[in-house]
């Protein structure tokens, strides 16, 4: 059986057969507010209690988000934050992570929330750098991939969505190549005030369509 990593709730491993799949990329997305966020903090948090946890965030982990979750400072510690600014930054970052992976001592997971979002917004602004931007997206997968393989932990990938015009259904962003390179995609889907469903829609050992319910709590998610 494939190694799992537990989500931090036995409920939601038991649910996605064991837990977050190792050796893989998972693809999270979700619409805005989802809970994405909040489902890698808390997967972050519970795994940096015995190891060291990459959190590459381009949109601004809230700090009081964090605090509300732990204030177990050494845990805290254990996570490596890597904030990026901008699209440029973001490739230099993913490189300079997949460089110094055999130095970083007891890596659990790396977190990628959200590899698209400078994608996005510099590729409407700057129409000319679209192609290079397409390739270097694919370049940075690839090296998770990479990492995800030989360190043998998951790697997790967040995904923003867009709306299909005609059919008013939610995609994710970013094309065809995280969909093919990311072994599992889940999608986080609101059903209620606080309330979220873990959709299935890619797995090598689950069926799609299955859902896996948490909630939004003030500290974490349950
Ligand atoms: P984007 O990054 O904007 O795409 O969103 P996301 O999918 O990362 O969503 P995120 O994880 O930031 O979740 C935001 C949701 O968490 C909002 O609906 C908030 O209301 C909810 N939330 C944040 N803090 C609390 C809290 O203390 N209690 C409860 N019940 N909900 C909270
Ligand atoms: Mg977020």
């Known amino acids: 059986m494939n190694e799992r990593v537990s989500t931090g709730i036995s409920r939601l491993d038991m649910c996605l057969g064991g837990g977050i799949e190792t050796g893989i990329i998972t693809e999270i997305y979700g619409e805005a507010g989802s809970g994405k966020t909040n489902f890698c903090l808390f997967m972050a948090i519970n795994l940096a209690k015995n190891g060291t946890v990459i959190y590459i965030d381009s949109e601004g982990v809230s700090s009081d988000r964090i605090a509300q979750i732990t204030v177990d400072q050494s ?11 901008s699209y440029d930054e973001q490739l230099e970052t993913v490189t300079k992570i997949a460089n110094l992976s055999q130095a970083i001592p007891d890596i659990r997971m790396i977190i990628f929330d959200t590899i698209t979002a400078h ?21 940075q997968i690839e090296m998770l991939n990479n990492l995800a393989m030989n360190l043998i932990i998951p790697v997790i990938i967040v995904n923003q969505v867009y709306t299909e015009k005609d059919s008013s259904n939610v995609l994710p962003v970013g094309g065809s190549g995280l969909a093919h390179m990311a072994k599992a995609i889940l999608k986080i889907e609101r059903t209620g005030s606080g309330r979220r469903d873990i959709v299935v829609i890619k797995h090598r050992s689950l069926p799609e369509q299955k859902r896996c319910s948490f909630t939004i709590t003030e500290k974490g998610i349950e």
């Open 75 to 85: 845990t805290l510690s254990n996570i490596k934050f890597f904030r990026v600014r």
């Open 119 to 139: 994608y996005r917004a510099e590729r409407d602004k700057r129409a000319e750098l679209r192609k290079r931007y397409g390739n270097t997206l694919t370049y």
